[in-house]
Structures are given as structure tokens and as C-alpha cells.
């Protein structure tokens, strides 16, 4: 099967002082085209910091990251900003949607940050609006919505630009547990379905099984 993201033997460490403090050892892994993966491990053990490094909001300190047989450590600030905005989508805990924003525009932001034309976007803006439900709440903004709905802008913010790659920090650590499971179902439809390679990131089993594949993270390594 196709690789569309490969870790070799990356390693981050952060200076507390004048004390290094290691983060990731040695890490290994490949995700294949069209996998829902879940990165596990306990607090603290390193799984958000390695979702950061993957997204390139973070460098590593040593060791190779490939985004479709790119090695991203080889790009230009803005060659890894343009890949952010089109070749990975992001949705966090804390939803990060523009609270005085419409959901519309919340959802937008990603085309007007690449430059692209609103009006080029507005039957794709549509068509997801329809996948994650919310197509009568366009010219709603966040304030009026649950925390559920939400996360399911921030799902469509992720997709607009149409990205290969969905990485997810926590999608369902600020929810409850209907709300969560309506999130884990339509993140698993859209990786069936659209065919998006997913990695999430969580401590739960119960979000865990809505993936293909689990990839254990303990003491800042793969075990």
C-alpha cells in the first residue's frame, strides 16, 4: 500500500534551563494512504507533541518526517506553511473556531488564508456543511452552537481545502459522551467515505476503536 506519511528515527527534546529533557526517542512508523489511526498513550507521554511535529507546528530535533515522500524538515517556513494549508487539516480539543465569526466564515477562513476565491469554494462549502449536518446553522456563529456542533466546524474547517491528511489533537476530550461519539462516527465516515487518512490523537478506548490501527506512545516512545 501507498505511504503517505513515514517517521524515521525522529527525536525532540526541549531545554528546561539547562536541562535537556527528551520529549521523543527514536521514533518509527508508516501510515498508509487511507488509514484512521489513533495515537494512545498516557499524559505527558509525548503523543500531542509527535502530532505537532507531523502537522510541522513543531521541529524535531533529529530525525526525518515524509508528507508524501516529501521530508518536510527539507522545506522553506513558507513551503511548510503552504502544505499545512493544503495538504493537512487540523481540528483540536478546544474547537479554535473565531467566536464573532459565522459558521460559514469560520469554515472559509483556510481558503482566504491560501489566497483562493470565497466564491470558487461555495459548492464544496455547501456539500460539507451537508456531511457534518449543519447546513441550517451557516449564518450561526460558535456561541450559539454545542460544544459537539462545534468540533463539527471545526471537522469542516479541516476539510475545505480538500486535505489528504486530517490530524486531530483530543477531537473529543471537551465533550460529552453522546456528543463525542457523533464526532468519532463522522470522522469515521468521512475516512470511508473521502477517503482521508486520519491520526488522532487520544487517551481513550473508546474513541480508539472507531480506527484502524492503534500506535502506542509510553515515556516518549512507540511500544
Known sequence: MEKIIRVENLNKTYMLGNVPVEILKEINFTINRGEFITIMG???SGKSTLLYLLGGLDKPTSGKIFINDQDISTLTDEEQSVL???EIGFVFQ??????NLTIEDNVMLPVLLDGKKIKDY???LDEILETVGLSDRINHTPRELS???QQRVAIARALINEPD???ADEPTGNLDSKSSEEVMKLLQRI???KKKTILQVSHSQETAKYSDRIINVRDGKVC
Not at 94 to 99: D, E, G, K, M, T
Open 42 to 44: 498516557p499524559s505527558g
Open 122 to 124: 461555495r459548492h464544496k
Open 94 to 99: 478546544f474547537y479554535n473556531l473565531v467566536p
Open 84 to 86: 499545512r494549508r493544503r
Open 165 to 167: 491528511i486530517i490530524l
Open 147 to 149: 460544544g459537539g456542533q
Open 191 to 193: 475516512n470511508k467515505e
